[in-house]
């Protein structure tokens, strides 16, 4: 018999053998425990968990947050149903051993997922059916790098069991994973391989659109009421036949509350003294459609932001981007774009020539956006990188005319922001004329470059009677849906301030005190007052700045100095003369220069900073009122305006 239990074992799948192993190993630990009376406690290399930060859970409840917090609620709760199903799929699969994952040719990592491997089975596997040892979930103890390795195949297998119906879910329910889910799974593995992606970030803290937010490791999905255990058990990819045990799958009660806090936990200290349920009423007030103010309707209203229609075109599947360029594996469709995009460029630039701009779209070291309708191309961005430098030149941008004045020009602007961003490039610049100058300046653009100079001569184009315009993109913003996050967060703060106003609206009787003789009363003592969130001087006065002429005297001294010495100060350092300029003083009737402002600070005539700034700002304000925004005078006011309050900040003389 014991040599028939031993070819027998012999003879078991590989990933049974192990749990096998795992089973006689634990049973050898607990019969230690149980003579020494002590908890079971795995010891060796492993370590204990978790066993990487931050875990999977926390990771997928990042991305729902990062990548779909801004969508109408129903579309919100759509995702957030997908997010839980994965967990609960990823909690159950059974991994594959590493000896068979190494036979499918996945050798780079084989050190790392061996290890990883014998601590889900340690921890997460054998727990299960032996229940003396802890049991932790796999989405708990471990992160980005077993996600990493097996993430492919989970894919496979999930979205292979959900077509072939094992777990007997709805029609409808069905549909939703089907039709939902793979672009779900896409996106998720685009930040799981990205490396600058915030969902894996410790320290993430971004307040969802729909608040509050519940673990999806929750059990409320409706999804999961049908993910029922009718696969073959002891296989890679299927769920543990038998009893389940019920911490293994859903939270108590403690522990969801624990979960749902913790998700809120990065976001509660910005506030302030608005209470959570305040906030929670005010969202689901603007987010139902009875108050017109909820999921978008077909019928845009005036309000409605420039990009919004070329915005649920999209999501209707009307209107796609493909980012597509030239090589030598090229397809034929990517040529076919190429083509017509470079026909797009011709017709709406007819003062560039055509062979210039069939060189520029053909070019291997460009790109072009292009934004493709019911199959041909209607518009698009020629951009070229420069990852040395750290910036993309933007060398065409047109959207044919008969499609124009539908928002596809911002949305196509968007979608390469995000582009870039995915792509850590953080700075645009182009070369706009005076037609295009309206819409980069739309588009975030503006005429203060961030790049060096060093840092762009002599890499981009230069156009003659072109103005030179850059952007900095910020990482932390979804541009495709920034201006719908916009627009939600305006009603957020009306609902807030007219329940503020509710609150405090409040009929005080009239003071009567005065008809007695008195002439002075203190303002705390007026009913009411102190409701309004009035403050009393001796509070504010902790805070003021004490200023006199003797303390001010040195400082501003210095700053005016600065100024003076500064590049750009040379139009502002005398007053303007009235034999050049004759019809300035027609104009500006409070003139400010750099020299008056200097004897002024000299005599000691500025008492406050307030008076001292007012008087500086006066040149700023004046040049810019005088002459036109592409003026070389109007640069320099706008750059000595910045160096001005910087100066003022290193000296402590305004609020940091």
């Known amino acids: 018999k014991i040599q028939q239990r031993k ?49 999977i859970n ?36 059974t991994l594959e051993a590493p000896t068979a994952r190494s036979a499918r040719g996945q050798t780079d990592d084989f050190n790392e997922y061996k290890m990883n491997y014998t601590r889900w089975l ?49 029609p409808d329910k069905r549909t939703l994973i089907l039709s939902h889910f793979p672009k779900f799974l896409s996106m998720l593995e685009e930040e799981l391989n990205a490396s600058n992606s915030p969902i894996w970030d410790v320290d993430f803290s971004q307040m969802p659109a729909h608040m509050p937010l519940p673990s999806p490791r929750s059990n409320d999905s409706l999804i999961y009421q049908y993910c029922q255990v009718n696969m073959v058990p002891g296989t890679p990819g299927s769920f543990p036949s038998g009893k389940r045990r019920a911490d293994s799958i859903i939270l108590s009660s403690e522990d969801s509350k624990r979960a749902r806090s913790s998700a809120l936990s990065d976001t509660e200290h910005s506030q302030g003294d608005i209470s959570l349920e305040v906030i929670n009423e005010v969202v689901n007030m603007i987010t139902d459609p009875a108050q017109m103010l909820g999921p978008e309707t077909t019928h845009l209203s005036s309000q409605s932001a ?3 229609a070329a915005r649920q075109e999209e999501r209707q599947g009307l209107i796609e981007f493909h980012v597509v360029a030239n090589c030598a594996d090229a397809s034929r469709q990517i040529l076919t774009w190429l083509v017509e995009i470079q026909n797009v460029f011709a017709r709406q630039l007819p003062r560039m020539p055509r062979d210039y701009i069939a060189r520029l779209v053909f070019d291997t070291r460009h790109r072009t956006l292009a934004l493709v309708k019911e199959g041909r191309v209607i518009g698009g961005i020629c951009f070229r990188m420069f990852p040395t430098q750290r910036f993309t030149e ?62 762009y001569v002599g890499y981009i184009k230069d ?3 072109a103005t030179l315009m850059g952007c900095e993109l910020n990482p932390r913003i979804p541009y495709t849906e920034f201006s719908n996050i916009i627009r939600k967060q305006k009603e957020i703060v009306k609902k807030l301030i007219e329940k503020k106003q509710q609150q405090i609206s409040q009929v005080m009787p009239g003071l009567t005190c005065f008809k007695d003789g008195v002439r002075l009363i203190p303002i705390e003592s007026i009913p009411g007052i102190m409701n309004t ?5 001796n509070e504010n006065s902790r805070k003021e700045i004490v200023d006199s002429v003797d303390s001010l005297f040195t400082p501003l001294k210095a700053i005016v100095q600065s100024m003076r010495s500064h590049s750009s100060a040379w139009p502002f350092l005398e007053p303007v003369k009235k034999s050049e300029v004759p019809n300035y003083y027609d104009i500006i009737k409070s003139p400010m220069d750099l020299k008056t402002l200097n004897e002024q600070v000299r005599s000691k005539q500025y008492s406050s900073r307030a008076q001292f700034v007012t008087d500086a700002q006066k040149i700023f304000d004046n040049c810019r009122t005088f002459n036109p925004p592409e003026s070389d005078y109007f640069k320099c006011a706008t750059t000595m305006e910045n ?9 402590g003389l305004v609020d940091s």
């Open 306 to 308: 420039r990009d919004e």
């Open 7 to 55: 070819l027998q074992v012999k003879n078991y799948p590989r990933t049974k053998k192990l749990e096998k192993i795992g089973v006689y190993s634990s049973c050898k630990l607990l019969r230690k425990c149980i003579l020494q009376t002590s908890r079971p406690v795995i010891e060796g290399p492993l370590g204990s968990p978790p066993f990487s930060q931050p875990s």
């Open 463 to 465: 156009y003659e009677g």
């Open 394 to 455: 933007i060398v065409f941008c047109a959207v044919t005319s008969n499609e124009q004045v539908k928002g596809y020009g911002t949305h196509l602007m968007n979608h390469l922001k995000e582009y870039h961003i995915k792509q850590v490039m953080y700075h645009f610049l182009t070369y706009a004329d005076e037609y295009a100058i309206g819409y980069f300046k739309k588009q975030g653009f503006s005429k203060e470059i961030k790049v060096q100079r060093s840092g």
């Open 643 to 651: 160096f001005f309050y910087n100066k003022l900040r290193d000296h």
């Open 122 to 170: 340690c921890y997460c596997r054998v727990p299960k059916f032996c229940e003396s040892l802890v049991h932790h979930a796999t989405v708990d103890v471990f992160g980005r790098l077993l996600l990493k390795s097996i993430f492919p195949l989970l894919r496979r297998r999930i979205l292979d069991d959900f077509r072939s119906d094992k777990f007997h879910v709805p």
């Open 58 to 93: 926390k990771a997928v409840t990042n991305f729902i947050i990062y990548k779909f917090g801004h969508l109408p609620q129903k579309e919100f709760q759509i995702m957030h149903e997908l997010a839980k199903t994965f967990i609960y799929c990823l909690n159950q699969e």
């Open 533 to 537: 969130g009035w403050k009393s001087n």
